[in-house]
């Protein structure tokens, strides 16, 4: 089962694509985050994402991925710990979801065990991602309990 306790840590960041992401994009200023929406059909990207050794296409492909990519790392639907299906423990399934009792069995809350400042940053950065996605309408597919958006 899912321990809480296994969170993401400085020493295994190189295993995530979004703890990578992190460490290439932590020292960007905010602001760059947050072009102006390109007219025309050019699509509408935050950052430019490279995947090395992806059959990804165009501009956007490897964008969308990188936000699918991440949105799997973050909560699996497969809570094993194994090599395909690795998770940072940043969100960890709500107490329905891991009881499977109740309204919002399929929701995931932010890991109360997640306390150092490394981890902290990451929330902060997830937090970045989340407003990129919101502007460039590229989903982040987190199913987060009502109670989050209040």
């Given at each position: 089962l899912l321990n809480p306790k296994e969170i993401a840590s400085y020493k295994n960041r190189d295993e995530f694509?979004?703890?990578?992401?992190?460490?290439?994009?932590?020292?960007?200023?905010?602001?760059?985050?947050r072009p102006i929406k390109p007219t025309g059909s050019d699509p509408f990207l935050a950052f430019e994402v490279v995947l090395k050794?992806?059959?990804?296409?165009?501009?956007?492909?490897?964008?969308?991925?990188?936000f699918a990519d991440i949105s799997q790392e973050l909560q699996p639907n497969n809570i094993s710990l194994t090599s395909q299906h690795k998770n940072l423990n940043?969100?960890?399934?709500?107490?329905?979801?891991?009881?499977?009792?109740?309204?919002?069995?399929?929701?995931?809350?932010?890991?109360?065990?997640?306390?150092?400042?490394?981890?902290?940053?990451?929330?902060?950065f997830l937090g970045i991602l989340m407003g990129c996605s919101v502007r460039t309408g590229t989903h982040l597919t987190l199913d987060l309990p009502s109670l989050f958006w209040k």
């Open positions: 694509v979004f703890t990578r992401a992190y460490e290439q994009l932590k020292n960007v200023s905010t602001t760059l985050f050794g992806e059959l990804v296409m165009g501009e956007g492909g490897p964008y969308r991925q990188f940043l969100l960890v399934p709500s107490p329905n979801n891991y009881s499977k009792l109740g309204e919002g069995r399929d929701k995931y809350v932010i890991n109360p065990s997640a306390k150092e400042s490394y981890q902290l940053a990451l929330f902060e």
